[in-house]
């Protein structure tokens, strides 16, 4: 036996494996993922997703400076109102629930980015993402609703503004309705690439935001798709998204792959609540190592050329990766 190649000598000691990886994961990449409801001292567990809660305003900023000290960078927000109506007008409300979260934490938290995430279900009654009628979601009168959304949270002060509800057109409704509002400057982070998942359970027991007829199917990606998925990428550059969102992540890392190729512009994963109870549960139960597998699922995440990663163990990861 004469081996010249032993791919084993970089593998030896830790010292080594770390001068050589290629893969690194820091806080800087986290966007930590945070429900605010109505209320005071509010911290309800949500029962499908350990360690997350319905924050009131109160509860949330203490939430958000801790993992500011963590190390965490930035935040994106979902509100979660007592009052939905047909038309979510709690979206777009100047004293809505997610405006006066963004407010107190602007106001509050020095230098942490607040990112909003813009859709109607956590404020519509039909819990669907955009206008109904005779039971179909209607585009174009959605896109005014979403864009006055983004309208209201820019001028509550958020910093990036993230339209999640697969409208056609809504980069282009919301560009516009920022710039024509002086808003120039405010980035969006376009949920480009978001599949109708049965990863996202916990999130609508979370958000409430469940559709009480039928699914997201006819505006969410059908997830056996993957050249369409560079088609709604394309249509969301051209209409001037400043970065790119692919979700769910791990079940979609060769989607990353290819937005990552195609595209120059950062790519965003979202490491969606299914993804994170699924790891939560199991290192529960004493089946997987839970600090482990988060962190090779986030790493994985990562090698596959995401950027940004919006994952529920932001914080608790960041004390770890500092
Ligand atoms: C709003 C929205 C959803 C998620 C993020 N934004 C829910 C959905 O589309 O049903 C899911 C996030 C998660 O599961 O963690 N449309």
Redo the contacts with the bound molecule.
């Keep these: 036996m004469n081996l010249i190649r032993r791919p084993r000598r970089l593998r030896r000691t830790e010292s080594i494996r770390a001068l050589v990886r290629e893969t690194k994961l820091s806080p800087d990449d986290f966007v930590y ?1 945070l429900f605010v409801c109505e209320g005071e001292g509010v911290r309800r567990a949500i029962g499908s997703m350990p360690g997350c809660f319905n924050l009131s305003i109160d509860e949330l900023v203490k939430e958000t400076e801790a993992a500011r000290r963590d190390g965490i960078r930035a935040v994106i927000l ?1 509100g979660v109102p007592d009052e939905k109506d047909a038309a979510g007008s709690q979206a777009y409300a100047e004293d809505g629930i997610t405006q006066r979260a963004i407010r107190a934490v602007k106001r509050e938290v020095k230098e942490i980015v607040v990112i909003a ?1 813009d ?1 109607l ?2 404020y519509t009654d039909h819990g669907h ?1 955009g206008v109904i009628k005779d039971c179909e979601v209607l585009n174009d009168p959605s896109l005014d609703l979403l864009a006055r959304t983004a309208v209201s949270q820019a001028e509550a002060g958020a910093d990036i503004i993230a339209p ?2 697969m409208m056609d057109g809504f980069v282009e409704a919301i560009r516009a309705a920022l710039d024509g509002a002086g808003f120039e400057q405010i980035p969006i982070m376009s ?1 480009a690439v ?1 599949y109708a998942s049965g ?6 027991e979370a ?1 409430q ?1 469940t559709p009480q007829f039928g699914d ?1 199917r006819g505006y ?1 990606m059908d997830p056996a798709n993957a050249r369409e998925a560079l088609r709604e990428a394309a249509l969301d550059v051209e209409q001037g998204a400043d970065m790119l969102m692919v ?2 992540a791990l079940p979609y890392l060769d989607i990353i792959r290819a937005v990552r190729e195609r595209f120059d512009l950062p790519v965003a994963a ?1 490491q ?3 993804e ?1 109870a699924m790891i939560k549960a199991a290192g529960r139960l004493g089946w997987i190592d839970e600090e482990r597998v988060a962190l090779e699922s986030l790493t994985s995440i990562k090698r596959a050329g995401a950027d940004i990663i919006l994952t ?1 163990f932001a914080r608790e990861l960041a004390a770890k990766l500092a």
């Design positions: 993922p979902f995430d859709c279900c956590e993402c999640s509800n949920y978001k990863f996202y359970g916990p999130f609508r958000a935001s997201r969410q979700k769910p979202y969606v609540s299914g994170y529920y």
